[in-house]
């Protein structure tokens, strides 16, 4: 029987459906685990420096700014590259989704 065909054929394809959307959904949850990590990361700095800014010297604020600025960079390039990896249709949507509205009857 020629490669892939018959019985054998039909019982690995379902497989590899499982296999596959095991692996999609295991980069989902490591995607989103690192982007909330990063994001109570930045969270947190900013909310120090909100409420602590009157006591933080500089050396305090410079890491903090810096430390918010490598998480929110991390989080730009993880969805950058979650972006780069759609197909081309699910691109056109989401750019015709955020492109700016302009009212026309406005002033």
Known sequence: ?????GVEGLASAPVEDD?????EDATNAVM???ILTAM???SSAVSILKEDWERLDKEQTS??????DSQA??????????????PPEVL????ELTRPRHDVGGS
């Open 1 to 5: 029987m020629p490669a892939g065909g």
């Open 19 to 23: 296999e596959r959307a095991y692996w």
């Open 32 to 34: 989103a685990h690192a």
């Open 40 to 42: 109570t990361t930045v």
């Open 63 to 68: 890491q903090l700014l810096e430390m918010a």
């Open 73 to 86: 960079r991390l989080v730009t390039d993880l969805l950058s590259d979650l972006v780069r990896g759609m």
């Open 92 to 95: 056109d949507a989401l750019s």
